[in-house]
């Protein structure tokens, strides 16, 4: 089955300490892309990956790293994480970026207290 | 750049009546078209999208969306909205951004349906 899995799906942590909220894909596709969704914002584009070892910022990076050593996996990485990154990510790919529609995982939702 | 607008945040309708969630668009050059539903604790999924060819696009579960170049907009429909359709829906458009295609999301309309 053709899926974008996500992991975990709840964390909470503190202010601080360092986490890695993992995504893979089972397509082969070559575009991912981590999004933070928060309300009354919709979905805001973190960063994207063309293909492996292409990554890109997208519309608010601060605070988050990411890497593509691997087709399938594009994890998230929150190296000293605020209270204002509480939100609900999700990890999305696509077989051709922004022609075809994105896949989406079931979202993580972080909470940093 | 491009930018998406959603009216209403929230929209109520009777069940059996009909869905009219609206979508503008700004873009600069012409753009491909989505529409994503989301439902309680998942993550999106396509509802239908807009290439070139055909504007009036049907997708799954009875929705469809008429492309209009010249309001630029892109607003959803169906004619009889069942319980099941409560969900939030959010808006897309993909152009020519920066070198790659980029998606930008609206900022997303839920749909509560009244028995």
């Known amino acids: 089955e053709a899926q974008v899995t996500q992991n975990p799906r709840y964390l909470i942590t503190v202010t601080g300490k360092k986490l890695t909220v993992t995504c893979s894909q089972n397509?082969?596709?070559?575009?991912m892309s981590w999004y933070r969704q928060d309300p009354g914002l919709g979905l805001r584009q973190i960063y994207y990956?063309?293909?492996?070892?292409?990554?890109d910022k997208g519309d608010v990076p601060e605070g988050y790293k990411v890497s593509r050593k691997e087709k399938r996996n594009f994890p998230l990485i929150l190296e000293s994480p605020s209270p204002n990154q509480t939100s609900l990510y999700f990890c999305?790919?696509?077989?051709?970026?922004?022609?075809?529609?994105?896949?989406f995982g079931s979202g993580t939702q972080l909470s940093v207290l | 750049a491009q930018s998406v607008t959603q009216l209403g945040s929230h929209v109520s309708v009777s069940e059996g009546a009909l869905v009219l969630l609206r979508c503008n668009y700004s873009?600069?050059?012409?753009?491909?078209l989505f529409w994503y539903v989301q439902y309680p604790n998942q993550g999106l999924q396509l509802l239908l999208k807009?290439?070139?060819?055909?504007?009036l696009v049907k997708g799954i579960n009875g929705f469809e969306a008429e492309f209009k170049k010249s309001e630029t907009s892109f607003h959803l429909t169906k004619p009889s909205a069942h319980m099941s359709d409560a969900a939030e829906y959010f808006c897309?458009?993909?152009?020519?951004?920066?070198?790659?295609?980029?998606?930008?999301f609206g900022t997303g309309t839920k749909l509560q349906v009244i028995p």
């Open positions: 897309a458009v993909s152009d020519q951004s920066g070198g790659y295609q980029k998606v930008t």
């Open positions: 999305a790919s696509s077989d051709y970026a922004g022609y075809e529609k994105l896949f």
């Open positions: 397509m082969n596709h070559e575009y």
């Open positions: 807009y290439t070139t060819g055909a504007t």
């Open positions: 873009s600069s050059v012409p753009p491909y």
């Open positions: 990956s063309m293909n492996v070892e292409v990554t």
